[in-house]
């Protein structure tokens, strides 16, 4: 009991002393080395926020200032992470490994010179996972080409003294095995000329870029699910692996939670003696739902905010209509994009009256995926899309990549991430063209818009009909084959897609087409996940 009253006053936090935990379970992240605490923490209990001004038993303890035989002219005083250079606050630079982190430095502020708290304190040799060898540091500023990672960079480098194994110093420290959002199983570290061909073409799943198999990466031999070094720790999942002893447990924790949305009231059985459900009560609304075929115009689901195609359920009080796919939908899920599982909520989450959809960034006010402490949604359409996507737009397969780039949308030309790339050429798909509907209809014209992936002629001058305004040649656009009618897509769709009008008392005043009704059906992609 008195070792859990523990107390120091600590700089960081000087308000309120910080009380000492000897098995803190709670996974937040430490103030002093930017990493996830589990075990012994110090942390602030009189502030309302329960993860004030947590840290490690061990980074709390660092001793204030140290002698370093990098810089013996001074000493080096333990300082916060960021640094307030008068017009900007930076992270602080470390001279050895030459990054900016969110750790704490010891810092000397007449010289400038910093260095984090964990490069301080090299031991003369280290273990690491990445080497079967003892590994030294090397205490003097080379030019060398890391073993592990094949970058070619100028610092203070490890050395195995046994085989001539240089390594960065932040490559040293990576985990043999780490758990990544993007993949269910455990990924592991493997020196490539010991697993594959030289003349193996292999891309990271994360980034879509090419891995050089002469160096290192993270593999899943299970599902050859290969990622760069650097991708695989930013996309690093904050579990803790010594709660998973194999690849099955960790599959286990990423299962699809598929729980019922509904109750059948009335059964049919078909032609084919299946029984199908033609009367059920769906949690996502007062009233009971019957099974119809019967379509009316201008019918929008409120699951998916498309438009309505059989079969389809109606409620016969009010103007409610849901897919069969879209009652099918399961009350939670995983997605490649983020950690936690998603729950499905029937209204905009938060309290608002709608939604931004985290991939696409449109704004919505059907059904969506959200994990509210994140305060990340999806909408449903894109909530479908795993991370490899075949598309009859583009004639090879696609990949997620989870990664900023600076790559457009071949098709709209947008900066959107996150986006699909092709491992073959250098297409590039977000998720908003990812999601366009297949055919559209448009106020009163009478034929259905097909979304066209090529330009209708060789004429060399396009235009969209409902606008009047140059379209660029290679965009996709919808197109009325039987009138030669060509149109932007944001013409076709509207500016609000994903809103069903006269739901939770939204208007708006959209652009020159205001009133315009639009509706949409189908959804132009199939999906292929290498994430289940």
Request: glycine share 4%; aromatic share 12%.
């Amino acid at each position: 009991m008195e070792q859990q009253q523990q107390q120091i006053q600590h700089f960081f936090h000087l308000e309120h002393p910080l009380v000492f935990n000897p098995d803190d379970r709670r996974g937040y992240y430490c103030y002093g080395c930017g990493e996830v605490v589990y075990g012994p923490s110090y942390s602030c209990k009189e502030c309302l926020s329960e993860y004030t001004a947590i840290h490690h038993k061990s980074c709390a303890e660092l001793p204030l200032g140290l002698h370093h035989p990098l810089h013996p002219i001074h000493p080096l005083i333990l300082s916060p992470e960021q640094i307030d250079y008068g017009k900007n606050i930076q992270f602080s630079k470390c001279v050895l490994c030459n990054e900016s982190r969110n750790q704490y430095t010891y810092r000397c502020s007449r010289c400038d010179f910093s260095l984090h708290f964990k490069c301080d304190s090299l031991p003369p040799t280290m273990e690491a996972e990445v080497h079967e060898h003892p590994l030294t540091p090397v205490w003097k500023w080379i030019t060398f080409t890391c073993d592990l990672c094949g970058v070619e960079d100028k610092g203070l480098p490890f050395l195995c003294n046994s085989c001539c194994f240089l390594i960065h110093r932040k490559c040293a420290s990576f985990p043999r095995t780490l758990k990544v959002i993007r993949h269910r199983h455990l990924l592991h570290l493997t020196h490539s000329s010991l697993e594959f061909h030289p003349s193996d073409s292999r891309f990271c799943q994360i980034c879509v870029e090419k891995v050089d198999t002469h160096y290192g990466l993270y593999y899943c031999s299970r599902c050859d699910f290969a990622a760069h070094l650097d991708c695989a720790m930013g996309n690093k999942e904050n579990i803790n692996l010594q709660e998973f002893q194999d690849e099955d447990e960790v599959s286990e924790h990423d299962e699809l939670v598929d729980s019922a949305t509904y109750e059948v009231k009335k059964f049919n059985v078909g032609k084919d003696g299946i029984q199908i459900a033609a009367e059920l009560k769906h949690f996502s609304h007062d009233h009971d739902l019957k099974l119809t075929d019967e379509v009316m115009s201008n019918q929008k689901c409120d699951g998916c905010v498309r438009d309505i195609f059989p079969p389809f359920y109606s409620c016969v009080k009010c103007s409610f209509f849901l897919h069969d796919s879209c009652a099918n939908l399961p009350k939670e899920k995983r997605h490649p994009l983020h950690q936690h599982p998603l729950t499905l909520f029937p209204k905009p989450p938060y309290g608002n009256k709608d939604f931004r959809c985290w991939t696409c960034e449109r704004d919505g006010n059907g059904f969506n995926y959200s994990c509210v402490p994140c305060r990340f949604t999806l909408d449903i359409p894109c909530s479908l899309i795993s991370d490899i996507l075949t598309h009859p737009g583009h004639e090879h397969r696609l990949i997620l990549s989870s990664i900023e780039s600076r790559q457009n949308c071949s098709c709209c030309d947008s900066n959107i991430y996150p986006l699909f790339r092709c491992t073959t050429c250098a297409f590039a798909l977000d998720f908003k063209c990812a999601t366009l509907p297949y055919t559209a209809r448009y106020g009163q014209h009478e034929h259905a818009f097909t979304l066209s992936y090529t330009a209708e002629d060789d004429s060399g001058e396009y235009y969209c009909d409902i606008c009047e305004e140059e379209r660029v040649p290679k965009h996709w656009f919808y197109y009325c084959i039987d009138c030669s009618y060509p149109a932007h897509p944001k013409c076709i769709l509207g500016k609000y897609p994903n809103y069903k009008f006269g739901v939770w008392n939204i208007q708006f005043r959209d652009d020159e087409h205001t009133g315009t009704k639009r509706h949409t059906t189908g959804i132009s992609y199939q999906i292929l996940s290498n994430y289940s």
